[in-house]
């Protein structure tokens, strides 16, 4: 937590700097020269426990922390024919301790996997015609720890209806991933690591339109299609013979979730924010989530958000509990994320957005503090403390 409290100041010295130099335009001008038109840093600590680690065969500690920074940039100009650019600019990384991946290796502090980091910066680049009502937007990132790597691109379109209150987007994503083949020790043939690769394809259709001046709604789908190494390589399977395995899942993977989001302005001081999503793939795991969020201004300045999400799933064919699998199966898993569960999330959100700026700096102009308590049937708890400083 010291971090996240070092890193937020370290940005407040950065934005001081920025609005000293930086000229206040009150005229409406657009300005055909690149500028900041907004900045987030958003800082994080997570922290669960539980006794159904993959790693371990569905047994053992779960136990697992993580320190996140992630700054988001945006940059903005006008061209001359009046097309809007702008340029989303994210770097995040990520510090994480695992009491389940430390067994690896099977002894305290020897897995290389027990600690890690990772780091993963992105830009987004989008091309909007306001007069005309469409974006054309691509994007690339990527993601890189001890045993990971991961590229993505992206392409967007949108286009907003005729009387501005509605707009289509459509989407594509791409991830190519190299996955470490980090055995479990007593499964090792060599003292090497070999990679496997790991793509993703994904296709997202929404359709978003405000009904009235009170009500805002959105519909998405999407088409998710994965092939290569889809299982852990670090995790154990237990036969009921009391042998190991590692993990075996197919090498194939079609996701299609479907969502509904709605606002609702009650009044000038309440929002209710409604999301309902229903998933399903061909493993044979069907999921539902429903979420709420009621955003509550208390004054000009300050403002509440509780919020509550409630999951529920079945399990994928493959799944089994420790040293329930036979050696009939092809298929293989312990891993708990892909059990049949129930959980819920539940919290609170703050908001400060004072009319002179946050210790006085103008564009500084919020903080919010989120905190959530997940709470999960395969008895896994955990917490998540978050800080968004803002200047625009």
Do not use: C
Request: proline residues 3%.
């Amino acid at each position: 937590m010291k971090r996240i409290i070092i890193t937020g100041f370290a940005l407040l010295g950065l934005l001081r700097l920025s609005a000293q130099t930086t000229p206040t335009d009150s005229t409406g001008y657009k300005s055909t020269k690149l500028k900041v038109d907004e900045i987030n840093l958003v800082s994080s600590y997570y922290k669960q426990d539980g006794n159904n680690s993959a790693v371990t065969g569905g047994i053992g500690s779960e136990k697992l922390t993580d320190l996140s920074n992630t700054l988001d940039v945006k940059l903005l100009k006008y061209g001359k024919t009046g097309i809007k650019h702008t340029f989303d600019i994210e770097a995040g990384i990520d510090h994480y301790t695992s009491a389940s991946s430390d067994q690896i290796d099977l002894q305290a502090n020897s897995s290389a996997s027990s600690a890690d980091n990772r780091f993963y910066p992105s830009i987004t680049y989008s091309r909007e015609n306001e007069e005309k009502g469409n974006t054309l937007g691509i994007g690339l990132s990527s993601s890189t720890e001890f045993d990971y790597q991961s590229f993505g691109g992206n392409v967007s379109y949108s286009k907003k209806t005729k009387d501005r209150n509605g707009e289509f987007t459509a989407k594509f994503q791409a991830y190519l991933d190299q996955v470490k083949l980090v055995l479990p020790v007593e499964l090792r043939t060599s003292n090497g690591y070999g990679t496997e690769s790991r793509n993703t394809f994904a296709g997202t259709l929404s359709y978003s339109q405000i009904v009235n001046q009170n009500l805002q709604i959105m519909f998405m789908a999407d088409v998710i299609s994965q092939s290569g190494y889809l299982s852990l390589p670090f995790h154990r399977v237990y036969f009921n013979d009391g042998t190991v395995h590692q993990e075996n899942l197919p090498d194939t993977r079609l996701k299609i979730p479907l969502a509904v989001r709605a606002s609702y302005f009650l009044g000038d001081n309440v929002i209710i924010r409604a999301y309902y999503r229903y998933y399903s793939d061909d493993w044979k795991l069907t999921a539902h989530t429903a979420d709420i969020e009621v955003p509550v201004k208390l004054s000009p300045f300050f403002s509440l958000s509780p919020f509550y999400r409630y999951y529920t799933q079945s399990a994928v064919k493959y799944f089994n509990a420790y040293g329930a699998h036979t050696a009939a199966e092809e298929f293989y898993t312990s891993n708990y994320d892909l059990s049949r569960f129930n959980s819920s999330f539940m919290g609170m959100g703050l908001k400060f957005t004072p009319a002179k700026g946050v210790f006085g700096i103008k564009h500084f102009n919020t903080v919010e503090l989120r905190y959530g308590h997940y709470t999960k049937t395969t008895q896994m708890t955990s917490d998540i403390f978050s800080i968004n400083i803002k200047y625009k």
